[in-house]
């Protein structure tokens, strides 16, 4: 990357702060990494285009490969696999059982193969997995395919947000994160429009509809893992669409010519990790956004059906909620790369969610209230989500510490999957009073998370400072 001396006075060679904010004010550079703002603003959409897509489409093939099932739900699934009592919750939650135990050593294999071929490889048994779902026949092959999704699915969410990061800085990361959890919200939100439009093909070929959802999807989710091998990028000093001069320009302006090459990941640097107590909240804080975030990706349709309404009528008003959410989510993530802080918008998020639980808690026999009710809840937990992911792991530093972070936060976090799926029960039917009150304990807790993670940011920021001036840049951000 070359060495770091007397800087070009060139006109196209200046620099601001703005531009290096991660490093020390009397830091130079070489004429060889420095770009004119005109420059870097092509090299940051170059970047974008070549990173975010591809994993956007991956995350919104295996999410809605994940969350299908429960507009499958709404069909005739339960009558001709005899599903009874819990049996349904169940397969929802088996998912999640390797999905927990395999994030963290996901992530350390996806930096040995490197992510364009680990991540193709995942959605590819991802697609193989959902297409063979179609075709079970009873309750043990529905658990079945249920797990491997969740085992192949293990790398993909924790993977992506862990490349991604290696690609901003802080300021410029919200957004990002924030376009790649849309895909979340997106899916949940085609879902239902792609059901509505399958419960028609009911009897083709002598297939049921809940069927064709599965067989189409995975006949997707194969399309894309073959792409995926050809467009996912992999990390920036590895990157092949960089010329050296943007890769040093940009390793620079992450920080992350600073780490250096971490090796693998050892039994020490895990038990160093886990002396931080940030990272023990940092999981609580996402716990208490996934139970509310899985409980209404898998039983908004439920929950608006009884309401009244026929299967293609509640795949379709499943839509409106997740299309609130997505704009909610746009919103915050621009207000907090704006300001450069995100505590704020995960307690407003936090307010809205409990308020749409409150709503649906206390409000019966009364469609607009209870809608506006469930608009709310999704509002306040897919919005709170990728901010608390992005505050979390952009404070991490290095390629171990956000491959463990990254991996433990989503794996703890994603213990609400299993939770998720036995809150609403249909022995609660109409009303889900459990559910919602599970959902409003879990969100309280997660208000208390924060403000403690807030509390112990502020507390290292204050160390940092007092330890060496010069590193107030590169302290934790709020």
Known sequence: ?????????????????????????????????????????????????????????????????????????????????????????????????????????????????????????????????????????????????????????????????YLISFWYKRQESQKRFTIYFCSVILASAFGGLLASAIAKMDGIQGISNWRWIFILEGILTILVAITAFFYVSDFPDNAKWLSEREKAYHLRKTGMHETGPDGKVTLRDL?????????????????????????????????????????????????????????????LAYLSDWTNIRVPYVLLSSALLIAGLAILLTTHANFSAQYAGICLVCMGAFGAGPIVICWYLMNLEGHKQRGIGSGWMISFGNTGGILAPFAFLPKDRPYYHPGYVACMIVTVVGVVATLCYTFLVIKERRRVHKDDGNKDMLALSL
């Open 271 to 331: 038990a160093e990790f886990f002396r931080d107590p940030k990272n023990y909240v940092g999981a609580i804080m996402y716990f208490s956004v996934v139970v509310p975030v899985y409980s209404f990706a898998y039983f908004t349709p439920t929950i608006i059906q009884t309401l009244g309404y026929s299967v293609v009528q509640t795949q379709l008003h499943s839509v409106p909620p997740f299309a609130a959410a997505l704009g909610m989510c746009l919103v």
């Open 1 to 161: 990357m070359g060495n770091l001396n007397t800087p070009s006075t060139g006109h196209q060679q200046t620099l601001t702060h703005s531009d290096f904010n991660v490093a020390s004010s009397t830091s130079t550079l070489p004429e060889a990494e420095l770009m004119s703002d005109g420059e870097a603003a092509k090299l940051m959409r170059k970047i974008d285009l070549h990173v975010l897509p591809m994993l956007f489409l991956i995350y919104l093939a295996a999410f809605l490969d994940r969350a299908n099932i429960s507009n499958a739900l709404t069909m005739s699934l339960p009558q001709e696999l005899g599903l009874t009592g819990q049996q349904p919750n169940i397969a929802l939650a088996v998912f999640f059982v390797p999905y927990i135990v395999f994030e963290i050593p996901s992530n350390v294999l996806m930096k040995r193969f490197t992510p364009h071929v680990w991540l193709s490889l995942c959605i590819l048994g991802f697609g193989i997995v959902m297409l063979s779902q179609g075709f079970v026949q009873n309750f043990r092959g529905l658990l079945v395919t249920r797990f491997f999704l969740g085992f192949f699915e293990a790398g993909i969410f924790p993977g992506s947000f």
